[in-house]
């Protein structure tokens, strides 16, 4: 048995079993992924798969048990490559950061300034995706970490750092009738056409589930994962944005107005999260070290440091 088997393993497991796409993945022609995983099982003496003809379907119980153990033994064998590299190149390589659009637009640019004045020969890799994406490059080690708000935290594989909490605020054009009501309560939103965040991004859900516990029902007549496609849309007045307010620069955004929220709705936590007992490089740990340096120094009184 040899790491390259386990790979082969886990790569079928990956692409819902199919040998095609995993010998896509790896680089090899079908027949040998089928002969390592032979191979596999004929020294581990027990089927791994589920089979239908010639097809895999799924996992058998042994295979399940001998799945974790082959993430196990691939995961060490990374941190064993990473600690390696630091020896050797404490300097250079490749961080891989999993990241929503609100991170990578408002809290990441002066994050990514600084930490080139330490590490210029660092090729940054900037990765956007849902939550649940985010959730899933960082513990298949797709990124190196994540950051977002949902979905973290709730992975037991995954090492999971709060950094900040955010609520949202209230965007329209300056002449909007609702800038009137000050503060404005839950109902007053209801009565307008609302642009906010798509389900799954943002903290989409806990905004919902507060109208619902109100017993009101917002008129959102779009929805997107781009801050900036929300915005968008406010100053051609097709309704009022309900945004993180993170992602709101009175300097920048000039032909909007805002207001605050938070008395209405929950905060959320964003965090960043890597897979547990991986190995930080330097540059790694800098990034992460930076990155809450920097909320914290924050002024902009847009979100709560942790």
């Keep these: 048995m040899d790491l390259r088997q386990l790979q082969t393993l886990i790569t079928l497991i990956n692409n819902d079993f199919s040998v095609s796409r995993s010998a896509e993945k790896l680089f090899l022609v079908q027949s040998a992924v089928s002969q390592q995983i032979k191979r596999l099982e004929k020294e581990l003496d027990g089927e791994l798969f589920v089979r239908k003809g010639k097809r895999l379907t799924g996992l058998t119980d042994f295979g399940k048990q001998v799945e974790q153990q082959a993430l196990d ?54 990765h ?44 329209t054009l300056p002449d909007h009738p609702i ?35 109100a017993r009101l029902k917002p008129r959102i007549i779009l929805s997107a994962a781009d801050t900036d496609i929300i915005k968008t849309y406010v100053m051609d007045g097709l309704g009022i944005g309900i945004i993180a307010s993170v992602a709101f620069n009175s300097r920048i955004d ?32 800098t990034f992460i070290d930076l990155f809450l340096e920097t909320v914290r120094k924050d002024k902009s009184k847009r979100f709560v440091a942790l």
């Excluded at 950094?163 to 949202?168: A, G, I, L, Q, V």
């Excluded at 905060?267 to 190995?279: D, G, V």
């Design 254 to 285: 000039k032909p909007l107005r805002s207001r605050d929220l938070s008395e209405l709705f929950s905060w959320e936590t964003t965090r960043i999260a890597y897979l547990k007992n991986k190995y930080i490089r330097c540059h790694q740990q």
């Design 128 to 171: 956007q995706g849902t939550p649940q994406q985010l959730v899933e490059w960082a513990i298949s080690d797709a990124v190196d970490f994540s950051i977002c708000t949902e979905e973290l935290a709730q992975s037991v594989k995954l090492e999971s750092i709060p950094c900040y909490r955010w609520n949202r605020c209230l965007i």
């Design 179 to 213: 800038l009137k009501r000050k503060p404005p309560r839950l109902s007053d939103l209801c009565d307008y056409p609302i642009i906010t965040y798509v389900r799954g991004f943002t903290g989409r859900k806990s905004l919902d589930e507060t109208f619902r516990a």
């Design 73 to 126: 033994a691939i995961h060490s064998f990374k941190n064993i490559q990473r600690l390696a590299q630091d020896q050797k190149q404490r300097s250079e390589g490749v961080l891989r950061i999993g990241c929503t659009h609100t991170q990578a637009r408002y809290i990441l640019p002066p994050v990514i300034s600084r930490f080139y004045q330490d590490y210029p020969d660092v090729e940054l890799q900037m």
